[in-house]
């Protein structure tokens, strides 16, 4: 596994629209390995293929809570790689809080669906399906929005620069 370089908001990349993943390879095993290691690195929830620079339909989304040492248990793991994903459901509407690791010291109000589900493949090909609501309804619809070339500062109510 490799740490890979996030890109930022400048770079044109991140606004073009990612192309669906046909081979179910190594190639893409390590792209997802080298995402979840690059996006651990950088404390982030989500991150999309082409954040680090590969316009292909792949995310990886890590909405497991926070182990504060209170817990009697270990909460869940709630770590998802989506390849091709497609967003075939969605209700209510929320506005939150969201950020980017390509919008580094940004944060915006974001309106969003309360409920997803949604279709894609695993790294070997098979279908699956994700239904998701609150943090990972929201993670899901913004990882997804990057594959369109989207960022959620185009998308947002409001901005608000981190000082
Ligand atoms: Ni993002």
Redesign the pocket.
């Known amino acids: 596994m490799a740490l890979r370089n996030i890109l930022t908001e400048e770079d044109e990349l991140l606004r073009k629209k990612s192309r669906e993943v046909t081979s179910f390879d190594d190639r893409l095993a390590e792209l997802l390995d080298d995402m979840w290691e690059t996006m651990a690195g950088a404390s982030g929830v ?1 991150l999309a293929a082409p ?1 680090v620079g590969i316009l292909r339909r792949a995310v990886v989304i890590d909405v497991t809570p926070p182990d504060n040492g209170e817990a009697e248990r270990p909460a869940e793991p709630a770590r998802y790689e989506l390849i091709n994903p497609v967003i075939v459901l969605s209700e209510g509407k929320t506005l939150e809080s969201e950020g ?3 919008v580094p010291g940004i944060t915006g109000m974001v309106k969003r669906p309360e409920r997803v589900k949604v279709t894609a493949f695993d790294r070997n090909g098979n279908e699956i399906s994700v239904e998701g609501t609150g943090m990972l309804a929201k993670a899901i619809c ?1 990882e997804v929005d ?1 594959l369109e070339g989207v960022l ?1 500062t185009d998308i947002a109510d409001s901005v608000e620069t981190l000082s």
């Open positions: 989500g954040q980017c690791l390509s913004h990057h959620f």
